[in-house]
């Protein structure tokens, strides 16, 4: 069963959660039927809400029990709250009227255009991650001009559509999962292939090397980067090539 406007089709989800850094609260203010807490990995604390009860029910089956699902309006319910920055929350709320394909209602909470100005307010005063997905519109192109953001094709009933994604954090520099990595579906496949490899390679050798290919692999994670380290190590030489004067000075006046 598929919802109107839901991030199921493949590659939308996977796109959306390859740019989610480690959290330990995830949020869905427009949870729909959720499609993407159900496929990342769960964080400690998953809270899902939608103003329609119909909603909440069918998630109430779908989804793991600890999980809180909350019927209650976002624009109401987010402003009440206090946010850490470990939280991430994801927006899906329902499009602009006019960004959409064909302009009749969806769903039985749509959203007016001064809703959505309220929501933008709400999420640009936030001091948690935040990401919001929207089709192109000049009204979030100026609330979130200073947000990072990236577009992407996904599939919906009417054909490919453009999906914006607006975040308030920069790239990340580790994600919360990897179980997606990959641009596409081919890339996904090959990424999930090496891993399997690698892992039953590793679970063959003695514990001790397993630690020292740990440890490996975590000093080459934290170190520069080649070309940052070469620029450090290049930089006393940079600076005499361009001070042709400045030589080594013997003490004493020798010669």
């Not at 203010?29 to 119909?54: E, V």
């Not at 081919?186 to 990424?191: D, G, L, Q, S, T």
């Amino acid at each position: 069963m598929t919802y109107p406007g839901g991030k199921e089709a493949e590659g939308t989800a996977q796109t959306i959660i390859n740019q989610q850094p480690p959290h330990d609260t995830y949020i869905e203010p427009f949870a729909g039927h959720a499609a993407i807490a159900r496929l990342k990995r769960p964080a400690t604390n998953t809270i899902l809400i939608d103003r329609d009860p119909t909603v909440t029910n069918y998630l109430a089956s779908h989804v793991p029990g600890q999980w809180h699902l909350l019927i209650e309006d976002a624009l109401e319910w987010l402003p009440r709250q206090r946010f850490s920055a470990r939280t991430l929350i994801y927006c899906d709320p329902p499009y602009l009227m006019r960004s959409r394909a064909t302009q009749k209602p969806r769903y039985a909470f749509e959203m007016t255009d001064e809703d959505h100005e309220r929501l933008l307010a709400i999420l640009t005063s936030l001091p948690c991650m935040v990401q919001i997905s929207a089709y192109a519109d000049p009204l979030y192109s100026s609330h979130l001009r200073n947000w990072r953001h990236i577009t992407f094709q996904s599939a919906t009933r009417h054909g490919l559509a453009t999906e914006h994604l607006w975040m308030s954090y920069p790239e990340p520099k580790a994600l919360h999962t990897y179980q997606h990595l990959g641009a596409n579906y081919r890339e996904r496949e090959r990424i999930k292939r090496k891993v399997t490899r690698w892992t039953t390679r590793l679970a063959t050798l003695p514990a001790l090397e397993r630690l020292a290919l740990f440890s490996a692999i975590e000093e080459s994670i934290n170190a520069p980067a080649p070309e940052a380290a070469m620029l450090a190590s290049d930089r006393p030489h940079r600076q005499n090539r361009r001070n042709p004067e400045h030589t080594l000075q013997k003490p004493n006046g020798e010669a």
